[in-house]
C-alpha cells in the first residue's frame, strides 16, 4: 500500500470514530433526558391522584382510614391482606364499589381512577405520612 492510500484510510477511520463517538453521545444523552421525564409523569399522577382522592374519598378515608369499616383501610397491611395492593384491584374497587363504597364509574374518568390508585398505593408506601 502507497502512502496515500494510508492516509486516506487513516483520515476515514478518524472519521468513522468521531461519528461513532457522536452517536454514542447522542443516544446516552437521550436515554438520560428520558428518564426524569418518566419520573415527572409518576409524579404528576401521584399529585393529580391527591386532588381527586381529596375531594371525592377523603370524606370516608382520611389519613389512610376508614370511617365505614376501620379493618378495611388503606394501610399497606390492610391493602395486602384484602389483596387490593395493585393498581388494578384498587382501579377495580374504585371503578366498581363494593359494600358500602360506592362505584366512581361515571362519575370519575378512567385516567382519574388511574391517578387515584397511583396516589392510594403512594401514600400507604408512606404510611400516610408526608
Same mark, same amino acid.
Given at each position: 500500500?502507497?502512502?496515500?492510500?494510508?492516509?486516506?484510510?487513516?483520515?476515514?477511520? !478518524? !472519521?468513522?470514530?468521531?461519528? =461513532?463517538?457522536?452517536?454514542?453521545?447522542?443516544?446516552?444523552?437521550?436515554?438520560?433526558?428520558?428518564?426524569?421525564?418518566?419520573?415527572?409523569?409518576?409524579?404528576?399522577? !401521584?399529585?393529580?391522584?391527591?386532588? =381527586?382522592?381529596?375531594?371525592?374519598?377523603?370524606?370516608?378515608?382520611?389519613?389512610?382510614?376508614? $370511617?365505614?369499616?376501620?379493618?378495611?383501610?388503606?394501610?399497606?397491611?390492610?391493602?395486602?391482606?384484602?389483596?387490593?395492593?395493585?393498581?388494578?384491584?384498587?382501579?377495580?374497587? $374504585? !371503578?366498581?364499589?363494593?359494600?358500602?363504597?360506592?362505584?366512581?364509574?361515571?362519575?370519575?374518568?378512567?385516567?382519574?381512577?388511574?391517578?387515584?390508585?397511583?396516589?392510594?398505593?403512594?401514600?400507604?408506601?408512606?404510611?400516610?405520612?408526608?
Amino acid at each position: 500500500m502507497n502512502n496515500g492510500a494510508c492516509r486516506y484510510f487513516y483520515r476515514r477511520g !478518524t !472519521t468513522v470514530k468521531k461519528l =461513532i463517538y457522536a452517536v454514542f453521545a447522542i443516544v446516552i444523552y437521550a436515554l438520560l433526558s428520558v428518564r426524569p421525564a418518566l419520573a415527572d409523569a409518576s409524579t404528576d399522577l !401521584t399529585a393529580q391522584g391527591a386532588k =381527586i382522592f381529596s375531594a371525592n374519598c377523603a370524606a370516608c378515608h382520611q389519613g389512610g382510614n376508614n $370511617v365505614v369499616s376501620a379493618n378495611k383501610n388503606l394501610k399497606a397491611a390492610a391493602l395486602k391482606q384484602y389483596g387490593m395492593d395493585s393498581t388494578d384491584a384498587i382501579i377495580t374497587q $374504585v !371503578t366498581n364499589g363494593k359494600g358500602a363504597m360506592p362505584a366512581f364509574k361515571g362519575r370519575l374518568k378512567d385516567e382519574e381512577i388511574k391517578a387515584v390508585a397511583a396516589y392510594v398505593l403512594d401514600q400507604s408506601a408512606k404510611d400516610w405520612k408526608k
